[in-house]
């Protein structure tokens, strides 16, 4: 009586389809992502990933923890019992927060906190649409394409403080663009001039950047998708609408945050662009150093604290609300299903 046989290849006797703990690579969903792993990996991992944490607790965790504790307290000089002046710093709880919203303090920084929305909102919404109209050009194919890339990341390299000073030779009295408009316009001085100045400049720098971003989105999308909207008749701009900016939305969501992110710390360049003092162009980061300056540490480091909440404010929208993918999990993620999937039906085609 003759029996049918079961072959057996090298790696030994064939394995038992299901979800056991033992030969979890053929198994299901569940086992994909944690198969093979020793119960020493993770300390490993925590081991590798320490000195990481440990700068990141000294760069960051440090600074903040200071700035946080610098700002419950205000120095203060008076008279002791032996009528000599003392000075030093004394708790005040939340007062330098109060001040925020008081007074010639909260006048300032009311003003200054517009003026930092005003100039992330213009300038970030203008670096987009003009980052997306140069990567599109740099994307399309046609003689001279890499001198093009190459002349457009030329204002990203400069320094922004080397940039500064070359807009305020521009903008002088009697520079270039009083020159090419034939006026007498007082670029760096108090007023609309001097934010229009800003921007220009900002946007002239930080513009290819979100391009140089939305070009890396725009390279891996496939070209069998265009030439099928061409056979359904699709035209340029029901590409852009429907193709186009829909696969490249992560991407693009990604580079504004970071240049939200950059925007909302201005500094250096309305401080050598325009100068300091000047009410027009002083963000945040400006009034934070200029508290600073007349040692006065307490409410410098109130602005401080103030700032980071705004800027984390506005990456927690952006990653939480408006689903940033910032560090690749969710893409990562899916391919992880995508290949359990793939293991999911090789086996069931086995068996």
């Known amino acids: 009586m003759s029996t049918a046989s079961v072959p057996r290849t090298a790696a030994g006797p064939p394995r038992r389809q299901g979800r056991g703990r033992g030969t979890g690579r053929d198994?299901?969903?569940?086992?994909?992502?944690?198969?093979?792993?020793?119960?020493?990996?993770?300390?490993?991992?925590?081991?590798?990933?320490?000195?990481?944490?440990?700068?990141?607790a000294?760069?960051?965790?440090?600074?903040?923890?200071?700035?946080?504790?610098?700002?419950l307290y205000r120095?203060?000089?008076?008279?002791?019992?032996?009528?000599?002046?003392?000075?030093?710093?004394?708790?005040?709880?939340?007062?330098?927060?109060?001040?925020?919203?008081?007074?010639?303090?909260?006048r300032r920084f009311l003003n200054a906190f517009g003026n930092t929305t005003f100039f992330t909102v213009t300038t970030v919404l203008l670096e987009t649409l003009l980052g997306v109209a140069?990567?599109?050009?740099?994307?399309?194919?046609?003689?001279?394409?890499?001198?093009?890339?190459?002349?457009?990341?030329?204002?990203?390299?400069v320094p922004t403080a080397v940039s500064g000073l070359l807009w305020r030779w521009i903008f002088q009295s009697d520079g270039i663009a009083n020159s090419l408009l034939g006026s007498e316009i007082l670029w760096t001085a108090e007023g609309t001039a001097s934010k229009l100045a800003v921007i220009i400049a900002e946007v002239w720098k930080t513009a290819p950047f979100i391009g140089l971003l939305v070009l890396a989105g725009l390279q891996i999308i496939p070209e069998e998708?265009?030439?099928?909207?061409k056979i359904d008749g699709a035209g340029w701009w029901r590409q852009l609408g429907s193709?186009?900016?829909?696969?490249v939305k992560p991407t693009l969501l990604v580079a504004v945050l970071f240049r939200m992110l950059d925007a909302l710390r201005m500094f250096d360049l309305p401080f050598v662009l325009i100068g300091p003092g000047k009410e027009s162009v002083e963000t945040l980061s400006m009034l934070a150093w200029?508290?600073?300056?007349?040692?006065r540490y307490g409410s410098a480091s109130a602005f401080a604290v103030i700032l980071f909440l705004y800027v984390a404010a506005v990456a927690i929208v952006f990653v939480k609300v408006l689903g940033a993918d910032v560090t690749g999990a969710r893409q990562l993620g899916a391919k992880r299903r995508e290949r359990q999937a793939q293991r999911i039906q090789k086996a069931g085609a086995a068996a």
């Open 225 to 229: 998708v265009y030439e099928a909207a």
């Open 75 to 106: 120095a203060q000089s008076g008279l002791d019992a032996d009528g000599y002046v003392t000075e030093g710093e004394a708790f005040v709880g939340l007062a330098n927060y109060v001040d925020l919203f008081a007074g010639e303090s909260g």
């Open 134 to 157: 140069l990567a599109l050009a740099m994307n399309r194919a046609f003689k001279g394409r890499s001198f093009l890339r190459a002349s457009i990341l030329v204002p990203w390299a």
């Open 243 to 247: 193709i186009t900016l829909p696969l």
């Open 290 to 295: 200029d508290e600073s300056n007349q040692l």
């Open 58 to 71: 000294l760069v960051i965790a440090y600074p903040l923890i200071s700035a946080i504790h610098q700002s």
């Open 27 to 56: 198994t299901g969903a569940g086992a994909g992502a944690t198969a093979g792993r020793t119960p020493g990996e993770g300390r490993m991992a925590a081991l590798l990933l320490s000195p990481t944490l440990l700068v990141l």
